[in-house]
């Protein structure tokens, strides 16, 4: 059984920073690609970022380009999401997942296999 657990979440102002980590147990960290989606009150999950294996192909939303960074350390087991100049509207449940098609940055939430239990992220105005 796979199991991922986030933490990091919080609440900061508009333009600031949090990161956001992700450790997993249970099975080989390096035999998935990782990503991280987010959830708004009403909204549907939505993708932010993902890293394959190797950290050697990364995929990000549009919206996040720029101001987010993915990131993995394979020898603890974990992946990272670095967040700079947050905005009210990234708002959210931050969720990590594993996705057993380790050679692509997959975007697709139905890609993704396993799931942790979310952080939240509150960004003020």
């Known amino acids: 059984q796979v199991q991922l657990v986030e933490s990091g979440g919080g609440a900061v102002q508009a333009g600031g920073s949090l990161r956001l980590s992700c450790t997993v147990s249970?099975?080989?960290?390096?035999?998935?690609?990782m990503g991280w989606f987010r959830q708004a009150p009403g909204k549907e999950r939505e993708f932010v970022a993902a890293?394959?294996?190797?950290?050697?192909?990364?995929n990000y939303a549009d919206s996040v380009k720029g101001r987010f960074t993915i990131s993995r350390d394979n020898a603890k087991n974990t992946v990272y999401l670095q967040m700079n100049s947050l905005k009210p509207e990234d708002t959210a449940v931050y969720y990590c997942?594993?996705?057993?098609?380790?050679?692509?940055?997959?975007?697709?939430?139905?890609?993704?296999?396993?799931w942790g239990q979310g952080t939240q992220v509150t960004v003020s105005s």
């Open positions: 997942a594993a996705s057993p098609l380790r050679g692509v940055a997959v975007t697709t939430r139905g890609m993704y296999h396993y």
């Open positions: 890293i394959n294996w190797s950290g050697g192909s990364t």
């Open positions: 249970g099975r080989t960290f390096s035999s998935y690609t």
